[in-house]
C-alpha cells in the first residue's frame, strides 16, 4: 500500500537555528515527489518536485533532497515568515498521496 | 496568471441535504483533481478529472461524485450530508494527467451541522 509518513508532527526552531524536516515513503514506482506549503486557511502552495534519488532542490533558505526511500526539506537560517505547515506527497497514478505534514513555527 | 478559484468559500449545511461545490482550473489546464482535508486524516484523494471524464477514484463513498464541463472546469457534489463530511475541499489542477504539478485552490470550508 502507498503510504507517506512525516516527522515530526510538530517543530519549533528559534529564528536562524536550521533543521530538517523528513519525509518517508512505500510507493510500487514513484513517478514523483512533492513538497508543499500550507498556510491557515489556505490552500497548500506547491515549492519543489524530485522525480529520482539523488535529486536536490532549492529554493531561498529550503533545500529538498530525494532519496529511494525518503527525502528531507533542510531549512536554513529560518525566519518566523517560514511557519507553515509542509506537506510532503507522493504521485501514485494520477492522484497525490499525502502526509500528515509537519507544521513548523519559528519564534523571533 | 489566475490560480485555481474554488466558490463558495465557506458552506453552512444540515444532515441530510447536498451540496456542490465549484472550480475553475488554471487557464490551460486540462486535469482537475479533488481532495478532502480533515485534520484526523490529513489531505485524502476523493476523484481526478480529464476531458470531462473521472479517470481515477479515491475511496469515498459513492455520496461523493463530480463533473467537469468542456471548458474544465469542475463540480463535486455530496449527497446526503453527514456530520463526518465536514472538512476543507480543495481542488487542484495540472496541465496534463500524471507527473505534473497540481497547483491548489483555497478550498472550500464545509460546515455540517
Known amino acids: 500500500e502507498d503510504q507517506v509518513t512525516q516527522s515530526p508532527e510538530a517543530l519549533r526552531l528559534q529564528e536562524g537555528e536550521s533543521s530538517s524536516l523528513n519525509c518517508s515513503y512505500t510507493?510500487?514506482?514513484?513517478?514523483?515527489l512533492f513538497w508543499y506549503r500550507q498556510d491557515p486557511g489556505k490552500g497548500p502552495e506547491f515549492l519543489f518536485t524530485?522525480?529520482?534519488a539523488g535529486e536536490e532542490k532549492e529554493k531561498e533558505r529550503l533545500k529538498a533532497t530525494l532519496t529511494k526511500k525518503e527525502s528531507f526539506l533542510h531549512i536554513t537560517a529560518p525566519k518566523p515568515e517560514d511557519s507553515a505547515t509542509y506537506l510532503c506527497?507522493?504521485?501514485?497514478?494520477?492522484?497525490?498521496?499525502f502526509g500528515k505534514g509537519t507544521t513548523l513555527s519559528v519564534s523571533s | 496568471k489566475a490560480g485555481v478559484t474554488q466558490t463558495p468559500r465557506y458552506l453552512i449545511k444540515t444532515r441530510g441535504q447536498q451540496v456542490t461545490l465549484s472550480c475553475s482550473p488554471i487557464?490551460?489546464?486540462?486535469?482537475v483533481s479533488w481532495y478532502q482535508q480533515t485534520p484526523g486524516q490529513g489531505l485524502q484523494f476523493l476523484f481526478e478529472?480529464?476531458?470531462?471524464?473521472?479517470?481515477n477514484k479515491g475511496n469515498f463513498p459513492g455520496r461523493f461524485s463530480g463533473r467537469q464541463f468542456s471548458n474544465s472546469r469542475s463540480e463535486m457534489n455530496v449527497s446526503t450530508l453527514e456530520l463526518g463530511d465536514s472538512a476543507l475541499y480543495l481542488c487542484?489542477?495540472?496541465?496534463?494527467?500524471?507527473?505534473?504539478?497540481?497547483?491548489f485552490g483555497a478550498g472550500t470550508r464545509l460546515s455540517v451541522l
Open positions: 487542484a489542477s495540472s496541465r496534463d494527467r500524471g507527473g505534473n504539478i497540481q497547483y
Open positions: 510507493v510500487s514506482g514513484l513517478r514523483g
Open positions: 524530485l522525480y529520482s
Open positions: 506527497a507522493v504521485q501514485a497514478g494520477t492522484a497525490l498521496i
Open positions: 487557464s490551460g489546464h486540462r486535469s
Open positions: 478529472y480529464f476531458s470531462e471524464t473521472q479517470r
